[in-house]
C-alpha cells in the first residue's frame, strides 16, 4: 500500500521529502526538457534547438524554402527579385492566397474542401452575370455573389455534420456540380467580360500610389504589434504568470519589421501597395485572430483534436462544422472575385485548371497539418508565395507549364512528407 | 487502530443518496432497487465485475442515461437528474475512463475547453492561465507548463489535468470512471493522491475501479454492485480484501469459509 505513504493533508510542495513520489514530482517540475528555459538570447537558442529536434518546425522550411527558390531564380535572371515582378506576384497570388485561407480552417478540423476551385469559378460566373447581364450595383452583386459561397458552403456543411457524408465525399460532388451549375450560368457564349474600371476589376489594378501608404501599413503594423504584445507581456506579469521579457518583444518587432518595411519599399518601387495585398493581409491577420484569440477558433481547434472531447465539453460539433465550411465557401468566393478580377472576365475555365490543388497545395506548404488540429491562416500566406514563386519564376525563365506542375508537385510532396515526418518525430517525442 | 480517514468529518446527511434506483435495457434488467449514499468528504469506491451495471448506475447519476424508477436525493431534496446538463448544475462532475481531453490544446486551453473566459470577445489567456496555475497548485498537481499540449505529458499528468478540469465548475460530487486504469505505478499514486486532496476539499467522491489496492488505500466505503443489485457496502478500514472480492464475485460462502480457516490458523499460531 505504497499510496499510503502520502495520506498526510499537508502534503504541500514546502515539504516534497516526505514521500518518494513527491519527491519524484518535484524532479519532475525542473525536468529541463520540458518547461524551463533560461532567460535571454542562450534560451532562446536552445529552446528553438529543442524545438527542431523534437519536430516543431513551423514555419521554418517554408521560410527556407522561399529563400533558396528565390536565389535560385535571382541567379539564373536578375529580374525576379525585382520590385516589379515582387509587385506582380504578390498581386497574382492574393487570390489563391484568399481560398487557401478558408482551406486552413477545414484542414484544422482535419476534413479536406475539393470545392473550393468550382465554388470560386461560381462566384465570379454570378457576379458577372448579376453585374453585367442583368444590370446589377456592382457592390450588390459582389455581395450576393459571397453569399453564394457561403451557402453553397454552408450546403457542403449541412451534408457533412448532419447526415454524416464524409465531406470528401461532399466536396467532391461539389466540384463537380458547382463547376456544372457555372457552366449553366454562363450560358451559351461561355465568356463574359467585366468593367476593366469598376470595383471588381480595382481589387486587383488598383495601386495605393502614394510613398506613404505601404509604409504607413508597414508602419502600422509593427507598432500594433509592439504595443500588443507589451500590453500583454504587461498584464501577465501583474498576474503573475510568465510574460516574455521585453528583450524578446523588441526581437521579434525586429523581425517584423525588416520585411515589413523591405516588401513596402519593393511596393513603392513599381506602383505602390497593390489594394489586393491590403485585403488579403487584412483577411490573414483577421482570421488569424477569429482562430487563436476568440472561443469559435479554439472549438475549430478542439474539434481537429478530438471531436468526442469537444462535444462532452458542451461544443455543438454540427454548428462549427457548418460555420468553418460556410467559410471556407466564403473565402473561396472571394478569392475567385481576385482571380476574375485578374483577366477581368467570367469564363468557362473560371475555377478549373490547378486552382484547386494550388490553394490546398499552398496551406500544407505553409505548415498546416493534413491530419487536423494545427495551422495557422499564416501559412496559406507563406504557401501562396511559394507556388507563385515557382510559378513565376518559371514563367520568366520561360520554361513549359508541364515542367512547372511537376515541380509544384514535388514541393508538395516535399511539404507532406515534412508534415508526416515532423509529425512522427513529435509523437516519438510526444508532443503531438 | 482506526486509521485517520475514518476520524474525518462526514456530514449527517449525505450529499447525494439514490434510493431503489432501478433501470431496464429492453428484457434486461440492468438496475434493480439499487441503494447508494454520499457524504460530503467521503470516497465511495463503487465496485463489481464487468456488468455489474457500475456505468449504468453513474450514468443515471450524470443524468447521460436517466433510471426508470427510483429516487435521487441531493442535500435530502428529491432531484431530477435527466440531462448532463442537470446533473453538472447540481454540482455532480463526471471523469470519464477515455479522458475526453484534446491533445492538440495546451493545458490550460483544455482545462477551459467549453467554459473559455472571455473578455470584450476575446480569450483572457492571461486569467486562465492564472486560475489554471492556482487550481493546479491547490491541487499539488505538478505539470512541466500549463502552455505545453497534452500530447507531451503522461498518462498520470493528463488524468490529473481531467480531474482538476472537472473541478472547475465548482462541483460537491465527482465521479471518476476507472482513473487508474492504465497508469503506472507512481502514476496511479499521483491520482490517488489528488483523489485524497478532493476529499480534504470536501468533496464527495465516486471513485470506480477494479483495482482492490487502489480502493483499499483511498476509499472510506466500499459499494459493491453484482448483477445490477446492491451486494453490501462495507467500510475499507475494517473489511479484507477478499471479502470485497467475494461480495464482487458472488462466492460469499467461499470467503466466509476462508475466513474462517484463516482466523483459525492464525488462531493456532
Excluded at chain 1, 516535399?414 to 512522427?424: E, F, N, T
Excluded at chain 2, 446538463?85 to 492538440?104: K, M, R
Excluded at chain 2, 499528468?157 to 486504469?181: F, M, W
Aim: proline residues 3%; glycine residues 10%.
Amino acid at each position: 500500500m505504497t499510496t499510503d505513504l502520502s495520506k498526510d493533508p499537508q502534503d504541500t510542495p514546502q515539504e516534497p521529502e516526505d514521500t518518494p513520489q513527491a519527491a519524484a514530482a518535484a524532479v519532475t517540475a525542473v525536468d529541463p526538457r520540458l518547461l524551463v528555459r533560461q532567460e535571454g538570447f542562450a534560451g532562446y537558442w536552445s529552446e528553438f534547438r529543442r524545438k527542431l529536434r523534437s519536430g516543431e518546425l513551423g514555419s521554418l522550411p517554408v521560410v527556407v524554402g522561399l529563400i533558396i527558390i528565390g536565389l535560385v531564380f535571382q541567379l539564373r535572371d536578375s529580374a525576379f527579385l525585382g520590385a516589379e515582378n515582387l509587385s506582380n506576384l504578390f498581386v497574382t497570388a492574393a487570390g489563391t492566397g484568399l481560398i487557401a485561407v478558408g482551406i486552413v480552417f477545414v484542414l484544422i478540423l482535419g476534413e479536406i474542401d475539393l470545392s473550393v476551385g468550382s465554388v470560386s469559378g461560381l462566384a465570379a460566373a454570378t457576379f458577372a452575370v448579376l453585374n453585367v447581364n442583368h444590370g446589377m450595383p456592382e457592390w450588390l452583386a459582389l455581395v450576393v455573389a459571397i453569399l453564394s459561397g457561403t451557402v453553397v458552403g454552408a450546403l457542403h456543411g449541412f451534408f457533412f455534420a448532419r447526415i454524416g457524408v464524409p465531406a470528401f465525399v461532399v466536396t467532391l460532388a461539389g466540384l463537380l456540380g458547382w463547376n456544372g451549375l457555372m457552366l449553366q450560368v454562363l450560358g451559351s457564349n461561355g465568356t463574359i467580360n467585366l468593367d476593366d474600371s469598376g470595383l471588381v476589376a480595382g481589387l486587383t489594378n488598383h495601386y495605393f500610389s502614394d510613398v506613404a501608404a505601404a509604409y504607413g501599413l508597414a508602419t502600422l503594423s509593427v507598432v500594433a504589434f509592439l504595443l500588443v504584445s507589451l500590453r500583454d507581456a504587461k498584464r501577465r506579469e501583474a498576474a503573475g504568470v510568465p510574460s516574455r521579457p521585453v528583450s524578446e518583444i523588441v526581437l521579434r518587432t525586429a523581425a517584423l519589421a525588416v520585411p515589413a518595411y523591405v516588401v513596402a519599399w519593393l511596393f513603392n518601387e513599381y506602383k505602390g501597395l497593390p489594394m489586393a495585398v491590403v485585403i488579403f493581409l487584412g483577411v490573414v491577420v483577421a482570421l488569424d485572430f477569429v482562430l487563436r484569440r476568440t472561443s469559435y477558433g479554439r472549438k475549430v481547434f478542439a474539434l481537429g483534436g478530438s471531436v468526442e472531447a469537444a462535444s462532452r465539453a458542451g461544443i455543438n460539433v454540427a454548428a462549427v462544422r457548418i460555420s468553418v465550411f460556410a467559410l471556407s465557401g466564403t473565402m473561396a468566393a472571394l478569392g475567385g472575385m481576385f482571380l476574375a478580377s485578374q483577366i477581368n472576365a467570367a469564363n468557362q475555365s473560371s475555377g478549373a485548371g490547378s486552382l484547386l490543388m494550388n490553394a490546398i497545395a499552398a496551406a500544407v506548404i505553409g505548415g498546416t497539418s493534413l491530419f487536423g488540429g494545427r495551422g495557422k491562416t499564416w501559412s496559406a500566406l507563406l504557401g501562396v508565395l511559394v507556388i507563385q514563386s515557382i510559378a513565376s519564376g518559371m514563367a520568366l525563365l520561360g520554361i513549359a507549364s508541364a515542367v512547372q506542375y511537376m515541380i509544384t508537385g514535388a514541393v508538395l510532396l516535399a511539404a507532406v512528407v515534412i508534415d508526416s515526418v515532423s509529425r512522427r518525430t513529435q509523437k516519438t517525442a510526444g508532443r503531438a | 487502530m482506526k486509521p485517520a480517514k475514518e476520524m474525518m468529518h462526514v456530514s449527517a446527511t449525505p450529499v447525494l443518496a439514490l434510493r431503489g434506483i432501478s433501470k431496464r435495457f429492453g428484457a434486461v434488467q440492468a438496475l434493480t432497487d439499487v441503494e447508494l449514499e454520499i457524504h460530503a468528504g467521503e470516497v465511495v469506491a463503487l465496485v463489481g465485475d464487468n456488468g455489474a451495471g457500475k456505468s449504468t448506475l453513474v450514468k443515471t447519476i450524470a443524468g447521460v442515461g436517466p433510471a426508470d424508477d427510483g429516487v435521487i436525493e441531493w442535500d435530502g431534496r428529491p432531484v431530477t437528474v435527466d440531462r448532463p446538463h442537470a446533473a453538472q448544475e447540481l454540482g455532480i462532475a463526471t471523469v470519464y475512463q477515455d479522458l475526453a481531453l484534446c491533445d492538440n490544446i495546451d493545458v490550460v486551453g483544455n482545462l477551459f475547453l467549453g467554459r473559455e473566459i472571455v473578455r470584450a470577445g476575446v480569450l483572457d489567456e492571461v486569467e486562465m492561465e492564472r486560475r489554471s496555475r492556482e487550481l493546479l497548485s491547490t491541487l499539488s498537481i505538478r505539470i512541466p507548463s500549463v502552455r505545453i499540449p497534452i500530447a507531451s505529458l503522461s498518462g498520470g499528468q493528463r488524468q490529473t489535468v481531467a480531474i482538476a478540469r472537472s473541478l472547475l465548475g465548482e462541483p460537491k460530487i465527482v465521479i471518476l470512471d476507472e482513473p487508474t486504469a492504465a497508469l503506472g505505478v507512481e502514476q496511479t499514486a499521483q491520482v490517488l493522491d489528488l483523489v485524497e486532496r478532493l476529499r480534504e476539499r470536501g468533496l464527495g467522491v465516486i471513485l470506480i475501479s477494479h483495482n482492490m489496492a487502489d480502493v483499499k488505500a483511498v476509499a472510506d466505503r466500499v459499494a459493491v454492485l453484482r448483477l445490477g443489485r446492491n451486494n453490501g457496502t462495507f467500510d475499507v478500514a475494517t473489511t479484507s480484501q477478499e471479502e470485497i472480492i467475494s461480495a464482487i464475485t458472488g462466492a460469499t460462502d467461499n470467503a466466509v469459509t476462508r475466513r474462517k480457516a484463516r482466523t483459525t490458523a492464525e488462531g493456532t499460531k
